[in-house]
T-cell receptor, first 113, second 115 residues
């Protein structure tokens, strides 16, 4: 079935370091891809999305590019801040079932000053 | 606008006891979801409502779990009786509509601990 795999955490970085969180997916068709973020004590929030191959989603300095050839959607940020400390979830939605979001296991990020 | 509200935020019960979670979606959102999030994992859908109708409850363990969404607004998820393995975070989410992708807005969740 459809699934999402993420790099295991926790990831600890110093402030202003470069961030990459790897995400790959398995799907029978061509899904839409998403990154959600969950800050401590809060609900999940949509961070960015891409709906077709080669699309780049971006928000708050984060970017991810939909790579069909490698079935990947890696999350990157050039300079992380302490406020970016959170859990990041990669997710997909198949276009035939728009409401069913399939989430990866999440990657915890801690940014230290 | 106010976000998705859930209560309680934390609940500790002994096994075999009943427990209920409440969710108030964002005003005007017709679609409501309950998700289960185990520690270290992503959320998994339990049930989806379109207004007051449960349109996808295939992942809901119906022997002990039940849900309702009276009047198509607030929703309650119940477990009776609770088991040790039910310890998890229960998330509620809502979206404006379905049929095409509408962003799902999540509440903070209820963390359940079963002793």
């Amino acid at each position: 079935g459809d699934s999402v795999t993420q790099m295991e955490g926790p990831v600890t970085l110093s402030e202003e370091a470069f961030l990459t969180i790897n995400c790959t997916y398995t799907a029978t068709g061509y899904p839409s891809l998403f990154w959600y973020v969950q800050y401590p004590g809060e609900g999940l929030q949509l961070l960015l999305k891409a709906t077709k191959a080669d699309d780049k989603g971006s928000n708050k300095g984060f970017e991810a590019t939909y790579r069909k050839e490698t079935t990947s959607f890696h999350l990157e940020k050039g300079s992380v801040q302490v406020s970016d400390s959170a859990v990041y979830f990669c997710a997909l939605i198949m276009k035939t079932s728009y409401d069913k979001v399939i989430f990866g296991p999440g990657t915890s990020l801690s940014v230290i000053p | 606008e106010a976000g998705v509200v859930q209560s309680p935020r934390y609940k500790i019960i002994e096994k075999k006891q009943p427990v209920a979670f409440w969710c108030n979606p964002i005003s005007g959102h017709n679609t409501l979801y309950w998700y289960l999030q185990n520690l270290g994992q992503g959320p998994e859908l339990l049930i989806r409502y379109e207004n007051e109708e449960a349109v996808d409850d295939s992942q809901l363990p119906k022997d002990r779990f039940s849900a309702e969404r009276l009047k198509g607004v607030d929703s309650t998820l119940k477990i009776q009786p609770a088991e040790l393995g039910d310890s998890a975070v229960y998330l509620c989410a809502s979206s404006r509509d379905s049929g095409a992708y509408n962003e799902q807005f999540f509440g903070p969740g209820t963390r359940l601990t079963v002793l």
